[in-house]
């Protein structure tokens, strides 16, 4: 008789992402690629390893359509109903903004490799990890290399969301501390 060894249940994985619309470049370019690959380094590999048992890692994703209702809808739906073992984020400040308090209310942890937002931080979610510099330690060393090599104007062109009216604010305030000349500001809206 031959000794079928059972396979223990998979780790389903769910997450949305920007495949289409205007988030498409930043979540396919910087994300998406990176969870494809875990995941297919890690069954490689055998499966995750949790509690001592390797279980495979079964991906579960959907185009969030770079839309903030579509990606909170798929995130109460993975968490809720469909209950994933874990989550993974979505692309950008805004989506990450959105689905982190959902996060935390479904108690997921929740890593946040592409939300760049003071806002985020201050609401003090117990499962939410940030693994970026902030808006102010990023333009504050963004000026300091503008003083470095001797920059004496500069325009601003920045995005009209939580991202960009963050580092907008952030870049005006360490600019103050110098004598660069700020000769246009603009903002454009998504997309």
Sequence with gaps: PSLVRAQAAPVRVGYAIARTGPWTTGAQVSQEPNYLLWAEQQNAAGGLNVKGTKR???LISSDDRSDIETCVRTYEKLMGSDKVDLILPPWGSNANFAVAPLANRFGYPFLAPTALSRRLIEMK????????????KMMGALVDMLVANNVKTIAIVYMDDLFGLENFAALNAALKKTSIQVVERKSYPLG
């Design 125 to 136: 979610l117990p499962y939410f990890f940030s693994l970026l510099q902030q808006p102010d």
């Design 56 to 58: 495979p890692i079964e």
